[in-house]
Structure formats: C-alpha cells, structure tokens
C-alpha cells in the first residue's frame, strides 16, 4: 500500500512537473514573441519618440523641467544678475559650470559630417546622443548647487550662467524644449574697457587692442542676438545698464517671462551672499563686485579710459551698438532716470566704504591664493612630471585625431 501510494503521490508529481515545464515554455514562447513585438514597435516609434529608449525616464523628465539660461557676452552683467535670482526662494543658478561650455565643444565636434557617419554605424543616432547630453546636463545644473538648495522649497526652477551658451541657445532648446533664456546685453565699450582692464582672457580677444576686442564683441553679441532671435518665445533681451538703473521694474520683467511670483528678498542679494546663502565662486572675476548692493559704479566708469581715436571708427567697428540702441557718439551715454532704491544703496555704500573696500579687498586676495596655488601645483607638475606629462598629452592628442 505504502509502495503504491508514494508510487501514485510520484506520478502526480510527474505529471504536475511536466505540465509546469510546458506551461513556462509555452510562456517564453509567447514572452519573447511579445517581447519582439515590443521592441519592434519601440524601434518603430523611437523615430518619433526620442525618449522611449530612456531606461531611467530621465529624458522624458528633460524634456519636462523648465530650466532657464542667462547668458551674453562675459563681463555684462550676467553674474548680477544670477546673482539678484539666486535670492529668490525658489530659483537657483549657481556660480559658472564651465563644464557645460566643453560639451558644446564636444558636441559640434561629433556634429561633423564624417563624425556623424561614424556614430550612425556605431547605433548612436542624434536622439541618443540628444538624450545623454540632457542627462548630463540636468545632473550638472541641479546638482552642482546641491548645497544651497532648502529641500522643502518644492518646485525650484533650476537655472544656469555659463555666459558662452547663449551662443548655443537653439540646440538647447531643442534638448529642453520648455526651457527659457535671457540674454543680458551692456554697452560694447563698457564690456571691452572692463574685459582689457581686469585682463579677462577670451581665446583670441587680443586684450591689448580696443579695436580688436570691440569687433570680436561685435561679432559674440551679433551672433547671440541671431540665437535669441531665432527662439523669440523663449528669449528674453534685457540690459544691463536699465537692470542696474532700474532693478525692481526689470526684475518684475524677468520674473513675468520665467512665471515665478515676485518675492522682495531679490533686492536683498548682498544680506543673503553675507549670510552664504547664495554659491560663489572666488575664481570668478565679477565676485568683488555682486557682494554689495547694487549701484552705479560700473555704469559710465569706462568712459575716461576709452580711447578716443576709436570714437570716429565706432559704427564700422561696433555697429550692434547701434542696433541694441546704445548712442554711439555719445561720451558718456544718457542711459536713462535711476530709481531711488539704488540712490539710497549708493548713499549707504558712501557711508560704510571702508567696510566694502574691505570686503572687495578680501574676495580679491583670496583668488589671489587660489591662484598662487594652482601656479605651485603646475610648477610641481611640471618638475616632477615634465616628460610624463608631454608624453601623456602627445598620446591623448594622437587618440582624438584617432580614425
Ligand atoms: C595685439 O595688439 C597689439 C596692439 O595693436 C599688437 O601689437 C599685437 O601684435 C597684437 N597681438 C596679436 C597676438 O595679434
Ligand atoms: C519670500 O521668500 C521668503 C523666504 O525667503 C518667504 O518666507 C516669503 O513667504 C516669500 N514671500 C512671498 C510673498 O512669497
């Protein structure tokens, strides 16, 4: 009995084994016919959809986020005004990436039509290479200011100054398309004075030449102004000299275009950096100046050192100044009424001036030491490592020409 009953009890077991067998390859079966139909539709409607491949939803959440760009030409005004939105609650740009400038480098390198061949046959279509770079970029703008972001503030627009990539404004709308830019505009003899005079360094900007750095200015601004004009929805032109005269109209401009309520902690941007509140970056050349309230120093200062043979030449060499309705004959310019908010911060500037020329004084000395440290760390490098270094660079040059 007891044979035949486990003999029964094994039988079942047989035969419950073998329909499970049947029914989990029956299931792989079907499984991978419809797995096969997924991937052919995906493939299908990955045409259309760049983000269907997007393993994380990370790209779909790019093409969601409304990120904002402020750009224009370096010394115009654009840390200013990152700076006044940095006050704001629930806005957040941070100091200077640089790392974003590079991948723009990076992608019109890899936008070469032989390059473009090459990645097709490698599987990297445009929307893969579209999807990595918003990937990449979002990770950097969010979280390179972790730190100076209050996690309870839901809904903070992420924004980001690296000045340059308001030469690239098209592409990256079509990376974000709900993103919005401001291009910040000054007066071209006051960005060219302030660039020769504090020796900004702009690759081929020769800096010991006004009319040379005045056409290359010429040039950055036109080519920017074409940039905004052509994604005039999601771009907005302000200037600089109407920001620093009028800093709570513009301000309520801005903030309008970006659809963030306003908020008077925007006029408070020096408590708030005191308080280390907002990112800065000692190595970036306008930290000494956004500290202290905002104020007309740098308004017509330029006028007194610009040469004044350049002045006859101006529309032939700069005529975009014209174009953004700067008065080009006239020295100084009249650039318009100033409000009483920045009259007061004047007047209480005069008062303390110790103090700031105190604090200016500190933030120039630091980067001073950063400076001088990084100097020792090339020098070292160099002593130590000279053909080491040589060879690896040589090598490293060898394998981008590589193919
Ligand atoms: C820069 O400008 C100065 C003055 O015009 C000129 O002497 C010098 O050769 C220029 N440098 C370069 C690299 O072109
Ligand atoms: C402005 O921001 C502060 C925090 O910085 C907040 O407490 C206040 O409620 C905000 N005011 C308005 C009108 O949103």
């Known amino acids: 009995m007891v044979v035949i009953r486990s003999f029964s009890h094994n ?20 499984g991978l016919i419809t797995f096969d139909d997924i991937q052919q539709k995906n ?20 093409l969601a986020t409304p990120l904002l760009f402020i750009g224009g030409s370096p010394r115009s005004g654009t840390t200013l005004l990152r700076v006044l939105l940095d006050s704001h609650p629930s806005i957040r740009c941070g100091a200077e990436t640089h790392v974003l400038q590079n991948l723009m480098i990076l992608y019109w390198r890899l936008s070469l039509p032989y390059e473009k061949i090459r990645l097709k046959l490698a599987g990297i279509d445009q929307n893969l290479l579209y999807s990595a770079m918003r990937n990449f970029m979002l990770e950097i703008i969010q979280n390179h200011q972790k730190k100076f972001v209050d996690m309870k503030t839901k809904d903070i627009l992420y924004c980001n100054k690296d000045p340059l990539l308001m030469n690239n404004a098209i592409v990256i709308q079509k990376l974000f398309p709900k993103a919005k830019f401001i291009h910040i505009v000054r007066d071209g003899r006051a960005v060219v004075n302030s660039l020769i005079k504090r020796q900004v360094i702009i690759s081929n900007f020769n800096l010991s030449d006004y009319g040379d750095c005045l056409k ?20 907005l032109t302000i200037h600089y000299e109407q920001l620093i005269l009028n800093p709570k109209y513009w301000m309520s401009v801005v903030l309008k275009f970006i659809g963030v309520p306003w908020n008077d902690s925007i006029l408070k941007h020096d408590q708030l950096i005191k308080s280390g509140r907002i990112q800065l970056s000692l190595l970036e050349r306008s930290t000494e100046q956004v500290i202290k309230p905002i104020n007309l120093d740098a308004l017509t200062s330029w006028v007194k050192s610009f040469p004044f043979e350049m002045r006859s030449k101006i529309d032939s060499i700069a005529p975009m100044l014209k174009h953004f309705g700067y008065d080009p ?8 009424r100033v409000d009483e908010f920045v009259l007061r911060n004047m007047e209480e500037m005069k008062q303390q001036s110790m103090i700031w020329a105190k604090r200016e004084k500190k933030v120039i000395d630091g980067r001073k030491d950063i400076r001088k440290k990084l100097n020792e760390i090339n020098q070292n490098i160099h002593v130590l490592n000279d053909r080491f270094e040589e060879e690896h660079k040589s090598v490293n040059e060898d394998l981008i020409e590589y193919g």
Do not use: T
Not at 17 to 24: G, P, Q, R, V
Not at 218 to 232: A, F, P, T
Not at 329 to 336: A, E, F, K, L
């Open 216 to 235: 290359r200015w010429n040039r950055m601004v036109s080519s920017m102004n074409y940039q905004c004009s052509r994604i005039s929805k999601s771009c």
């Open 43 to 62: 493939s299908n409607q990955n045409d259309h959809n760049p983000e269907i491949f997007d393993s994380q939803g990370a790209a779909k959440r790019a």
């Open 329 to 336: 004959h006239s020295y100084p310019p009249d650039y318009g």
């Open 11 to 30: 039988r079942q077991f047989y035969l419950l084994s073998k329909s499970c067998i049947l029914f989990i390859i029956l299931l792989i079966f079907f």
